[in-house]
């Protein structure tokens, strides 16, 4: 059994030169006991009194670099684990490659747990002036770091601070740079610092540039843990800040520039009456070259209504979904074929009605597999609200049937509370009855568990939806056989 015995300041150099001699003299990670800075208990007498080894021990680049930030690290066994990989590269030489690993996922957790400390230092070491009476300022501070990484961190502050002295004490390390030269030195207890009358101005600074608008209290604890709050001036200010924040966002919106009344109006007025495309033909070719948002550039297609031109009743999707974009027909893809299921119980025929989107264009995110669905936002969905208004100019529809809240929106102006409001008929902006439902994609969704009560209130939205139509326009034959026979049951329902 060889006992090695790591140095707390030169931890680094002290590991590999111990691991290079092991190696060479094939000593098994079995027959190692690792002591750092003498904490562990003298089990056994000898020490690895090795020779150096004849010839350069070769080892994989991503392993030096790994084993460089382990070393720093707080648990115990991370020599002991550095030393064992190593062992089986010496075997196995694309070990580093291998993700799956165990071993080597645990070591890159510990690696990303030094780097994430090393962050947080940089980030929160707080200087006091320490009034020196020579040509060079002179500060200190006290930093407790998660992990042993002030030795790997001191060079950071050599290159942010090298005109003036300064020394960090940690409870391990202490860095002092002085003249030019860095020193590391045993820790030590927390110094007295004197007061600095510059955390005053830099208090009043961080309250000047806090945003309230922005505050997410999660985030902020994430990547500012609390335990750092204690040595850092400007946290006082913090618990006021926030509990100030909703009560000074709302006077920054009071206070936002506004247009006013009249011009406003004017605009509007304006943007309600751009003229619509006066046929079929104008609209879609006006559709084919669209470059009024930016959702365009990415998709594959435009994806236009799709249905009788004169029907009574027009349904209003959300957007197109990645088999929409591909075929350029709405309503093709998952969504589309649970919802004409679903209609088809209700009652109701899809083929018979003008089936469009708010949105003409694929929005989404694209990944190595598949491109993800990403919902239109509200200017997205303003944008092409003139399309669609286009559309209910041409088809004029006794009904629309609003799906989701893109949809609600485009039709009704608002886009909020669709599960209050669903089951209900509103007068659009177009002055045509809106009746509001959820979109078919909200159940694909839902937990099986839930899946099938859901979707029997979709089917009694729908039929509650075509008793409207045929109370509206009873001539109307735009509808199934089923809704003709029982056309009287369903508008009692």
């Known amino acids: 059994m060889h006992s090695i015995s790591i140095p707390m300041i030169g931890t680094d150099t002290a590991w590999r030169d111990a691991a290079r001699r092991l190696l060479a003299a094939r000593v098994k990670p079995d027959d190692v006991l690792?002591?750092?800075?003498?904490?562990?208990?003298?089990?056994?007498?000898?020490?690895a009194d090795l020779p150096a080894p004849r010839r350069a021990v070769k080892v994989s680049k991503d392993f030096v670099e790994l084993a460089n930030v382990v070393v720093w690290h707080k648990d115990p066994q991370r020599f002991a684990r550095l030393y064992a990989l190593l062992w089986r590269l010496k075997d196995t030489p694309g070990l580093m490659?291998?993700?799956?690993?165990?071993d080597l996922a645990k070591l890159r957790q510990m690696e990303k747990a030094v780097r994430r400390c090393q962050h947080k230092m940089k980030a929160f070491v707080r200087f006091r002036d320490l009034r020196s009476d020579g040509p060079r300022r002179s500060f200190g501070a006290w930093f407790e770091p998660t992990h042993h990484t002030m030795e790997p961190t001191a060079q950071f502050f050599v290159r942010r601070f090298g005109d003036m002295d300064w020394m960090i004490v940690t409870p391990t390390v202490t860095a002092k740079f002085t003249d030019g030269t860095l020193t590391l030195h045993p820790g030590d207890e927390k110094p007295e610092l004197p007061e600095d009358g510059a955390e005053a101005l830099w208090g009043?600074?961080?309250?000047?540039?806090?945003?309230?608008?922005?505050?997410?209290?999660?985030?902020m604890t994430s990547e500012m843990p609390k335990k750092y709050w204690k040595n850092m001036p400007e946290t006082q200010f913090i618990p006021g800040l926030i509990a100030d924040a909703e009560e000074k966002v709302r006077k920054m919106q009071d206070a936002g520039p506004t247009l006013p009344p009249e011009r406003m109006a004017a605009i509007r007025e304006q943007l309600k009456q751009s003229a619509q495309p006066a046929s079929w033909n104008m609209l879609d070719a006006d559709l084919n070259g669209c470059t009024r948002c930016p959702l365009h550039a990415p998709a594959t297609q435009v994806v236009k209504g799709s249905g009788p031109r004169d029907a009574a009743l027009m349904i209003v999707g959300e957007q197109p979904g990645d088999h929409e974009d591909m075929q350029g027909l709405p309503?093709?893809?998952?969504?589309?074929q649970l919802f004409r299921g679903l209609a088809a119980q209700a009652g109701l025929d899809p083929d018979a009605a003008y089936i469009t989107n708010a949105v003409k264009h694929f929005k989404f995110k694209p990944t190595a597999k598949r491109r993800l669905h990403v919902n239109p936002t509200a200017s997205e969905v303003d944008h092409c609200a003139w399309w669609l208004r286009s559309e209910v100019a041409l088809v004029k529809p006794k009904l629309i049937i609003a799906m989701g809240a893109s949809a609600a929106r485009a039709t009704t102006g608002n886009g909020k509370d669709i599960t209050r409001r669903r089951g209900t008929v509103e007068v659009g902006t177009d002055g045509l009855p809106v009746f509001l439902t959820v979109h078919p994609s909200h159940l694909l969704r839902l937990p099986d568990a839930d899946r099938a009560s859901a979707e029997a209130?979709?089917?009694?939205?729908?039929?509650?939806a075509t008793g409207h139509l045929l109370q509206s326009a009873p001539s109307v034959m735009h509808i199934t056989e089923t809704i003709r026979a029982e056309g009287s049951d369903i508008a009692a329902e």
């Open 34 to 47: 690792w002591d750092f800075d003498g904490q562990a208990p003298q089990l056994f007498e000898s020490t």
């Open 97 to 102: 490659a291998d993700r799956a690993d165990p």
């Open 204 to 219: 009043t600074y961080f309250c000047n540039i806090f945003n309230p608008a922005r505050v997410k209290i999660s985030a």
């Open 331 to 336: 309503f093709v893809g998952p969504a589309g």
């Open 457 to 464: 209130a979709f089917i009694a939205d729908l039929k509650t």
